[in-house]
C-alpha cells in the first residue's frame, strides 16, 4: 500500500509540473530550464559556453612513453608520422561520442613531457611536426575545440631511467641556472610553455591543469592568461580554484551503484564541473600495449548520469603511438 501512495505521489507531483509548464508562457517555461547567471546578473564568460553546452569530452593521454615506449624525441615523432597518425580520425571518434571538445595530454609527467608542437624553448621532448596545430585545425573544421593539458609535475622525470628534463639548454636558453626537476625551476619552464602556445595557436581553446605549481601562482599566471586571452577556458584537476572556469572531478570509483559518479562531486553548481575517467576497466591512462576490456554498460550509465547532473564526461580512450584506439 505504501508503495501505491508513493506511486500515486509522484504522479501528481508530475503531473503538477506538466501543467506548470504548459500553462507558463513559452519563455518562462524555457527560463526554467536554462542555468540562471551568477550573482549580481552578471552573465556568464562568452569562453564558458562551449563548456556549459557540452555533455563530454575526449581526453587524449599520449606521448614518448605510449607502448612500446620511445626514448628518443625524434624517433617517438618518426613512429608517429609513419604510424599514420592522422588529427581527422582523432576528430570523427569525438564526434561518435558526440564530445564538444578534446583534450590533448601530451606535456605528461609520465609521458616524457613530450609537447607536439616545435617549441623555440629547450628543455623536454618537442617535435618538429606541428601535431598540436594539425588537430587544432582539423577540430576547428568539425566544430570541435581543443584544450591542451599542463601538468605541474616534475617528479617523474627520470622514472623511465632516461632524463627526460634538459635543465643544461633551458638554464643557457634563460640566461641562468635553472633546475627543471625541482618544483620552482620547472614551474618557469613551464610558465614559458603557456606564453608560446597562447601566442602560436589563436584557436586553442583552454588549458586542462593538473593541479597548481608556486611559480605559476607567484607569477600571475592565471590573471595573465585572463588577459591576454580572455577567450580560453581554465580547467583544474581535483582542486576548485576560484578563476578556473572547470574544476574536473578524477575517476571517482567505489560508489554504489558503480556508476554513480555524480555523488563524488563536490562542487556545486552554477560551476562547472567535469568527472574524467579511463573507458577500459584495467590499465594505465595510456596505451600500455595491451587491448584492455571495456564495460559498455558502466561507461553508458556513467554518461547518462553525468549528463543527467550537468556533469561533463571527459572520458579516456588510451590512443596507440599511431593514434588509432584499441579495438
Not at 513559452?26 to 526554467?32: I, N
Not at 583552454?206 to 592565471?222: A, M, S, T, V
Not at 570509483?253 to 562531486?265: F, R
Request: proline share 7%; glycine share 8%; aromatic share 12%.
Amino acid at each position: 500500500m505504501r508503495s501505491r501512495r508513493l506511486l500515486a505521489l509522484w504522479a501528481g507531483l508530475l503531473s503538477l509540473l506538466a501543467g506548470l509548464l504548459l500553462a507558463a508562457p513559452a519563455s518562462t517555461a524555457s527560463a526554467a530550464l536554462t542555468p540562471t547567471a551568477p550573482a549580481g546578473g552578471q552573465p556568464y564568460p562568452p569562453r564558458q559556453t562551449m563548456l556549459r553546452n557540452a555533455t563530454a569530452g575526449l581526453f587524449l593521454h599520449w606521448g614518448m612513453f605510449t607502448a612500446p615506449k620511445h626514448y628518443d624525441c625524434a624517433e617517438w615523432e618518426k613512429a608517429v608520422t609513419d604510424g599514420g597518425w592522422n588529427p581527422g580520425y582523432w576528430v570523427d571518434e569525438a564526434r561518435k561520442i558526440r564530445a564538444s571538445y578534446i583534450v590533448l595530454a601530451t606535456f605528461h609527467s609520465r609521458l616524457g613531457y613530450a609537447r607536439p608542437w616545435p617549441s623555440k624553448i629547450p628543455g623536454s621532448c618537442s617535435t618538429r611536426r606541428d601535431i598540436l596545430g594539425e588537430l587544432i585545425h582539423a577540430a576547428d573544421a568539425k566544430g570541435i575545440k581543443v584544450i591542451l593539458y599542463m601538468t605541474d609535475d616534475p617528479q617523474w622525470h627520470g622514472e623511465q631511467g632516461i632524463e627526460t628534463l634538459d635543465s643544461a639548454a633551458y638554464s643557457a636558453y634563460k640566461g641562468h641556472d635553472v633546475d627543471l626537476t625541482t618544483r620552482q625551476g620547472f614551474g618557469e619552464f613551464s610558465y614559458d610553455n603557456f606564453f608560446e602556445v597562447m601566442a602560436d595557436y589563436p584557436k586553442l581553446a583552454g588549458f586542462w591543469i593538473d593541479n597548481d605549481n608556486e611559480y605559476w601562482e607567484q607569477h600571475r599566471l592565471y590573471e595573465q592568461i585572463r588577459e591576454l586571452r580572455p577567450d580560453m577556458t581554465l580547467s583544474n584537476n581535483n582542486e576548485d580554484t576560484p578563476i578556473m572556469d572547470m574544476v574536473s572531478h578524477e575517476q571517482k570509483t567505489g560508489m554504489t551503484p558503480p556508476y554513480d559518479q555524480p555523488s563524488a562531486i563536490w562542487t556545486p553548481l552554477p560551476r562547472l564541473t567535469e568527472s574524467c575517467y579511463k573507458v577500459p576497466d584495467t590499465g594505465s591512462w595510456w596505451y600500455d600495449g595491451q587491448d584492455r576490456p571495456v564495460s559498455t554498460a558502466l561507461n553508458v550509465d556513467r554518461y547518462i548520469a553525468n549528463a543527467g547532473n550537468s556533469i561533463r564526461s571527459l572520458m579516456d580512450f588510451t590512443a596507440m603511438v599511431n593514434g588509432r584506439f584499441p579495438p
